[in-house]
């Protein structure tokens, strides 16, 4: 069993609907990553998340530390926004050294 | 402002032929550096992390090294590619775990 679970693995919805990509995770960590990989391959950054809530435009990213869950949500989804989305952690007794990372989410939004 | 370059961004080579991939970070001073592979279908899965010049640590036995020349200067190398060293290699820093991670944008390396 992976250290870290995502769900859905694919995700496809209409434009403008309210997405929501879960993440689970067994092992007690220091923060949780939110990474977007767009096609090409490229990787941003969207989010990193020790406690609450954070909002950024139209993203915004929650963690329940007690129940190792975090979700990440999309209001107003574009199609511009289909990426993979990639959960990753800081796990104890490592640092900032090594991420453990979900196997993504693929999200496909369609016009 | 802080960022990271890493070329070439695609690169085909033959099986048993030498490897370089060059990662430099601009803007900050001390960063913490890392190799990431992600092959095909797959997860990214860290190659090697370095907290200073001359310090790699490495996360799992393969055919590739690592060195840390300067700096901001991060090199993946292998003597001889194997046709599994194939897949997409990103170089990323963190100044320290507050501040997040920054990826480069990518090496996609085919093996033939």
């Known amino acids: 069993k992976n250290e870290v679970e995502q769900s859905p693995q694919n995700l496809t919805a209409q434009e403008g609907e309210f997405i929501t990509i879960n993440c689970s995770y067994s092992v007690g960590i220091s923060a949780l990553h939110w990474l977007q990989q767009h096609p090409g391959g490229g990787i941003v950054s969207l989010f990193m998340l020790s406690s609450g809530k954070k909002k950024h435009g139209r993203l915004i990213a929650t963690i329940n530390i007690q129940e190792k869950h975090s979700s990440l949500h999309i209001t107003a989804s574009h199609p511009r926004d289909s990426a993979v989305y990639i959960c990753?952690?800081?796990?104890?007794?490592?640092?900032?050294?090594?991420?453990?990372f979900g196997t993504g989410t693929r999200l496909t939004i369609i016009p | 402002s802080q960022t990271i370059h890493q070329w070439p961004a695609t690169l085909v080579q033959p099986v048993g032929s030498p490897l370089s991939l060059e990662c430099t970070v601009e803007?900050?001073?001390?960063?913490?550096l890392y190799w990431y592979r992600q092959a095909a279908g797959r997860g990214l899965q860290l190659l090697f992390y370095?907290?200073?010049?001359?310090?790699i640590s490495s996360e799992v036995p393969q055919n590739l090294s690592a060195s840390r020349p300067q700096d901001r200067q991060f090199i993946l190398s292998s003597k001889k590619l194997l046709l599994s060293d194939s897949g997409f290699y990103l170089c990323?820093?963190?100044?320290?775990?507050?501040?997040?991670?920054?990826f480069g944008s990518g090496t996609r390396l085919t093996v033939v």
């Open positions: 990753a952690v800081n796990a104890f007794p490592f640092g900032n050294e090594k991420l453990t």
């Open positions: 803007g900050t001073s001390n960063p913490n």
């Open positions: 370095s907290v200073g010049i001359g310090q």
């Open positions: 990323a820093y963190d100044r320290e775990l507050n501040y997040g991670y920054t």
